[in-house]
């Protein structure tokens, strides 16, 4: 697994990890190359792995599955506000994620995409400048009430014109 | 709110130590009884942030002058192909500018001595992406020291380097903070003798603050002062350590609920200062976290403090507390500028000090007393300062905690008086002191927060309006003899660029939507303006080059706070589209993000 995948850096978490993986894949392989079948590469795509990541608290999260038990759940959405309050999510994204250091998440507009599952990736596994990995750090079901409370905010009129009288 | 400016000529001074009054006439520009303070000879360089280990930014070139300043005109520009907040200022060494750019930290080294300023050299360091999003407030950066042959300068990710200054190889990098821990360093180094003095930014995350000395030939650190904690973290000796004001031990621990100091903030993010003959550095430390006050009850020594530190083993001598249990956001990070001006008749060694609370200070520099402090701005989350004490006299109905809701109508805002990002100058011949400010109020209403590393520790949403006048800032000339403002320029946006002064008796500063400016250092009257193409929120200098002739450059391109508070100047994500904020709703009109350095001339 590891030998078809670049992979610039890798934390000594997700080594140890993938080298678990990795030598129970090449035994299986190696076993399957003997009895003539070929050795193909069955195992799932690692996980997201960002260049480099903070992962908030410390740990690393592992993989995840990607659709929204919460969608268009309205009680969901509001926990998912007072989430992103005491997850400090406001402290670089604003009150009411209008944006501050990290930006708006309230202008329908996305870095990395903003589908339910998209915008679960960019909070559980973290992005490029800073953006943590929540994975590490809170239970699947409460980022994807985040999610559900993003995708409930109620955009601008009109967000791309400013203008001045 | 209650206006304290004072503005009578004739003026009653107390005199502190011997308890007489004493009468002292100040004639507008000058203050009377100052001795002239033989100014040395200026070799045109500028070798360090703050120019001089003094850090007055005054240059001794008078070419440029009030009579003939309206002909300054441009005579180069350079783009220097990031945008974010270009804080800090360029060097000027042996006809050589270094120039570093906010996140990723580029060094630039422009050859002067050839006409169109070619580069020599740039340096490109790895730095890693991850700091952008835990620097609080932008990517910037404060700026190299030139020292015994080397450039030095952080990177925002934690890093020191140091390169040879005449070819930009890289002679050693240190790792002095912990991104992850919501450390960043966008400090300029500040270097005494065989040390390199760093800090660290992260009072918005909890950090444990810090000052850091590497050895300069080889960068390996050689002591660790923390702001807070037990006496042996601060190096607070027993015999040593003499604040005037405050006598027990362990104050770094015992003016904290249980271990709140291992969170509380105290960043070191400003400008440092250095008296050879004391052998003392002077910094100041940020504020304390989280923003909410009752979660942390005491006094939180040492932040939003003056801190006296030997260089070479980093004991503290003494130390001084601004805004005891800060509950504003009042950084104390602000520079310390070392001068010797006569207060109540005397000529007294001081540092004097603008901070975010909106009072200026005039204290001895040898023990930490407190001999002026008076309001520079509006102020009036406290009535004075107690200069028996050293204590603010707090109005209590401005205090801020969960438990008192929204409290309205508090100046000036947690941007500060002045920001601390912004240096003050000094000139000798006027002994005025030439200070950015921003008038403003604010509503602070906290809000309970919890500490996860890595991650925010604030606890506070406080909008921002002008304040008295409508007007948001100013740019004022300080006399701290006696602490009272003596002429103001005032603008339309907060004041945001450092300032610089020279024998010529011109003093510039820039604006937040983009004007670089020339003033009469004794008058205010403003002599030039230029539009440099994006909001100055860096500090200009003034060199002399190759040719003789006397030099202004300065940085453009608005970012720091500003990045934050008026986020629709930003343009060039499509995916963080903001509305005008309320206060400033019309900055993006003048302004919007960039990166240039400008070189003016005669």
């Known amino acids: 697994m590891t030998r078809q995948q670049t992979i610039r850096r890798i934390p000594l978490g997700v080594l140890a990890l993938v080298l678990a993986l990795g030598c129970n894949a090449s035994h299986t392989d190696a076993s399957r190359a003997r009895e003539g079948a070929p050795a193909a590469d069955k195992a799932p795509p690692l996980a997201i792995v960002s260049e480099s990541h903070i992962a908030a608290g410390g740990a690393l999260p592992a993989g995840a599955t990607l659709t929204n038990p919460y969608a268009g759940d309205s009680a969901a959405a509001t926990a998912g506000a007072a989430l992103f309050t005491s997850m400090n999510c406001d402290g670089c994204h604003g009150g009411g994620a209008t944006g501050w250091v990290g930006p708006s998440l309230a202008d329908g507009r996305w870095r990395y995409g903003g589908s339910a599952s998209e915008i679960f990736t960019s909070i559980y596994y973290g992005r490029r400048y800073g953006m943590p990995a929540f994975g590490g750090l809170m239970p699947k079901a409460g980022i994807w009430r985040i999610v559900t409370y993003l995708q409930s905010l109620t955009l601008p009129n009109d967000v791309p014109t400013e203008s001045w009288k | ?602």
């Open chain 2, 1 to 602: 709110m209650t206006r304290f400016h004072l503005t009578s000529v004739l003026m009653t001074v107390v005199c502190l130590t011997a308890g007489t009054w004493a009468t002292v006439t100040i004639v507008p520009g000058r203050a009377a009884g100052a001795r002239a303070t033989p100014t040395p000879v200026d070799d045109g360089d500028w070798t360090m942030p703050g120019k001089n280990y003094a850090s007055t930014r005054y240059s001794g070139l008078s070419e440029i002058t009030p009579a003939n300043v309206g002909h300054l005109h441009p005579v180069w520009t350079f783009s220097t192909g990031v945008l974010g907040g270009h804080e800090g200022q360029p060097l000027v060494v042996h006809n050589t500018m270094y120039v570093v750019t906010p996140y990723p930290n580029t060094l630039y080294a422009f050859d002067l001595s050839q006409p169109d300023y070619p580069l020599k050299w740039k340096y490109r360091p790895a730095v890693s992406p991850n700091a952008v999003g835990v620097a609080c407030c932008d990517a910037v950066n404060r700026g190299a020291f030139y020292a015994d042959g080397k450039i030095l300068y952080n990177l925002l990710d934690g890093h020191t380097v140091a390169l040879d200054a005449a070819t930009g190889r890289q002679l050693w990098e240190t790792t002095i903070a912990d991104v992850a821990n919501g450390e960043t360093t966008p400090i300029a180094p500040f270097v005494v003798k065989n040390r390199v003095l760093v800090g660290a930014s992260g009072g918005e995350f909890g950090i444990h603050g810090w000052v850091k000395a590497l050895d300069l030939q080889t960068g390996r650190v050689a002591w660790t002062g923390y702001n807070m904690g037990p006496d042996s973290a601060l190096l607070a000796k027993p015999g040593v350590f003499k604040p005037y004001y405050d006598h027990e031990s362990q104050l770094g621990v015992s003016t904290w609920p249980k271990d709140a100091w291992q969170i509380g903030g105290a960043p070191v993010w400003g400008w440092m200062s250095y008296d050879s003959t004391l052998d003392l550095v002077y910094y100041g430390t940020g504020n304390p976290a989280p923003y909410n006050p009752e979660q942390r009850a005491g006094d939180n020594k040492w932040t939003t403090s003056v801190m006296a530190r030997r260089p070479e083993d980093g004991s503290l001598v003494w130390a001084y507390q601004f805004t005891p249990h800060d509950s504003w956001d009042f950084d104390a990070t602000a520079g310390m500028i070392l001068v010797d001006l006569p207060v109540a008749g005397k000529l007294r060694k001081v540092l004097v000090h603008f901070d975010k609370n909106g009072f200026a200070y005039t204290i001895d520099r040898a023990t930490g007393q407190v001999l002026v402090a008076q309001p520079f701005v509006d102020v009036n989350w406290a009535k004075r300062i107690d200069l028996t004490t050293g204590r603010p006299v707090v109005d209590s109905s401005k205090l801020t905690g969960v438990s008192r809701g929204n409290v309205k109508d508090i100046c000036p805002t947690l941007e500060g008086g002045t920001s601390p990002a912004s240096p003050v100058a000094y000139s000798p011949r006027t002994h005025l002191f030439y200070v950015s400010t921003n008038n403003m109020c604010m509503d602070y209403q906290a809000t309970q927060t919890a500490h996860i590393r890595g991650t925010p520790y604030i606890g506070a949403n406080s909008p921002y309006y002008a304040g008295p006048g409508g007007y948001m800032g100013a740019f004022e000339a300080w006399d701290a003899s006696v602490g009272r403002v003596v002429w103001t320029i005032k603008e339309r946006y907060p004041v945001w660029s450092g300032a610089v002064a020279t024998a010529g008796d011109v003093v510039f500063y820039g604006t937040l939507d983009g004007w670089m400016r020339a003033a009469d250092a004794r008058t205010g009257k403003v002599l030039w303006s230029f539009k440099v193409g994006s909001g100055v929120v860096g500090n200009p200098i003034v060199y002399r080059g190759p040719d003789g002739k006397q030099y202004l450059a300065v940085y453009a391109g608005i970012g720091g706070d500003w990045f934050l508070l008026a986020g629709d100047v930003g343009s060039d994500d499509p995916a963080d589209v903001r509305p005008p904020a309320d206060f400033v709703k019309d900055l993006a009109r003048h302004t919007s993000r960039g990166g240039l350095v400008w070189i003016f001339a005669l």
